[in-house]
């Protein structure tokens, strides 16, 4: 099991920037696949980013180029950076970590941080 807490969401500017963290409560090795979703008002919960466990990474096409995903392994934490923010990208944000399990797999989420990009 892990537990995930994120924090760094906010009010910001369009073209602004944020920085998210989430930091989990076991070594970030240990965890396969550790990223980030989101969900807009009235919308389903999007991919983001994730990097795996072997540092590989993903990003859906809308933020590539402006989000940076990475990772301080002595804080157990994830971070995503965000540049060049728009009103688009207003949304819950979510961490997610996948756990391999005895036959399986377990999939976890933080409570979410609200990012409001608004003038």
């Known amino acids: 099991q892990v537990q995930l807490v994120e924090s760094g969401g906010g009010l910001v500017q369009p073209g602004g920037s944020l920085r998210l963290s989430c930091a989990a409560s076991r070594s970030i090795f240990s965890i396969n696949v550790i ?3 989101r969900q807009a008002p009235g919308k389903q919960r999007e991919f983001v980013a ?8 993903s990003y859906v096409d809308s ?57």
């Open 35 to 37: 990223g980030w979703y």
């Open 50 to 57: 994730t990097m795996s466990k072997d540092g590989s990474i």
């Open 63 to 119: 933020v590539n180029g402006r989000f940076t995903i990475s990772r301080d392994n002595a804080k157990n934490t994830v971070y995503l950076a965000m540049n060049s923010l728009t009103p688009e990208d207003t949304a819950v944000y979510y961490c997610n970590a996948v756990v391999e399990l005895g036959g399986g797999y377990g999939y976890y989420w933080g409570q979410g941080t609200q990012v409001t990009v608004s003038s």
